[in-house]
């Protein structure tokens, strides 16, 4: 019985939890431009506009293009710091490890209001460069905790082995270090990734409208009533996450990316 109830609970908090991407998906189904659930009519035409409005196709790409970027920003700064933090081992060395992980546990909008008052100082804001460029400092925690995991999990007797055959750190770094650590890479970047694609604040800071990306469409689009396009965009953002974590939890050791140990760890 106790077995039972304990589905009971646990399924009773998955559906709760669940409700309002049930209740927006719904809403993005709507055949009327209402926001009403359970939906009147069934239509994909609201999801079809995000591809054939020329406004929100440019705000996906945007989104798209701004995603990758600042991913990939994230990746590099995080390795070169994860691959020196793993090489020295100090106490001071944890100080690069604070400023990595500093901009994402600061509150968004302190972060953005920094960003923002630094790129208008130096006379770039509003440059679409500079969103990638935020983005990638305010998501390098990431990148940085999923590579320094796997930095962790290399055995340091094979990199002894390779210098001992006469390899120098580059020749190490390339075929050694990197084959290890390519799934944390792929991590870490699919993290900033997903999360780069959702967010507002700092894009919003650093670029205004001169770059917009779907969540500032969103809100933008507010000011001028609801449409079922925005649930629509909703949905879409859900299903590329669970994609994104569906293929790292399917081709990869998602809770040893997550930080669990293994078994030889405990």
Known sequence: MDSVFRKLFFGA???????????VAGVSVNQKQSLTFPPQGFSLGWYGQIFTDP???NALIASLTLAVTSAAVAVAIALPLAWFLWRRIAPWANIFQLLGVAPFTLPPVITALGLLTFWATAGFYGQPWTAAVSHGI??????????????SSIDRSL????ATMGADDRTIFRTVILPLILPYVVSGYAFAFVLSLNEYIVAYMTVGFTMET??????????YGYTPTMASVTILFVATAAVVFGLIARFGDLPKLLGAMSGDDK
């Open 55 to 57: 406004e929100w196709r």
């Open 138 to 151: 305010f998501f390098v925690t990431l990148p940085l905790v999923t590579l320094s995991l796997g930095f």
């Open 214 to 223: 779907l969540p500032i469409k969103i809100f933008n689009a507010l000011r």
């Open 13 to 23: 908090i998955g559906l709760f939890l669940a409700l309002p991407i049930i209740v």
């Open 159 to 162: 990199v002894e082995a390779a």
